[in-house]
């Protein structure tokens, strides 16, 4: 048995920091664990221009613990009418990693995103021609579909014809929940990846209704059955370098989800990277989580993979119920595992 595990310093591939007061409450639950983490853009007022993303980079690293090394990701909200010249310019400049694609109405904050892809045409041909990675929100919201089929629905409608039209346009299908997502992924080329949550390999859809109607786990993608939270590990665990780690750690304040109609999100940063140990080591792969969790993507986004490391220690710890006011994942569970502080 591995009583300690070193590792290269992980980075979060999909991470949402908010802003404000919560801000301030979440950054340090991301900055002990990741050297850099891709910020999602879908705050309020979205993040659509070169100058919001400076402002916001400039409110997270204010944020952030004094003498952390901590990088944020900057990524672009395509609407309909985005810019496909500041878009390019963004990406160059180095203010935009990656552009997000929210389908309309689809999650959190999304009401001004993507009502039809072929409004952003354009900006996906610039994209494909110059690098810039697609991030996608993988639901259709097409009411008639069931929301435990919105996932699979929208790789048959709008996945598979995306990679027809921009066979070059490098994307992520972020926060995968089903089985369909990860046959597709996998058997993808290498300008398509995933992202896994740890959330999504230890719950499914009955977690949500045990005892009673628990918000706390409820995201978007909603938790899928069984047979998918078991496909998804076996995709996280395969050493297969298309999946890679990304939280998808989205907290909101206790009025907002224990209401009559209660938010998606999963708040899983302050023991994200003892969940995913935890997973990799139930499932006997815990020699593959560097490798998912600090290497895979780096791979994918081009960049160089982190120099400082990380030490887990077999040693238990009980999560408290509630972090900075918000309730974590695994609030209540003794988890077996704990990361030692960076120095």
Known sequence: MIDQLEMIVPDDWHVHLRDGETLNQVIPNTVKTFRRAVVMPNLRIPIATMAAARAYRNRIL????????????????????ISTEELKRGFQEGVFTAAKLYPANATTNSAAGVTDVKHIHSALVAMERIGMPLLIHGEVTDISVDVFDREAVFIERLLKPLRQRYPDLRMVLEHITTEQAVD???SADQNLAATITPHHLHINRNAMFAGGLLSDFYCLPVAKREQHRLALRRAATSGDRRFFLGTDSAPHVRSAKETSCGCAGIFNAPYALESYALAFDQEGKLDRLEAFASLHGPAFYGLPVNEERIILQRDKQLVPDLVNGFVPFHAGETLPWRLQPRV
């Open 62 to 81: 204010s944020a952030c613990p004094s003498r952390t090394r901590f990088t944020p990701l900057m990524t672009a909200y395509l609407t309909d009418d």
């Open 184 to 186: 597709f992924v996998g």
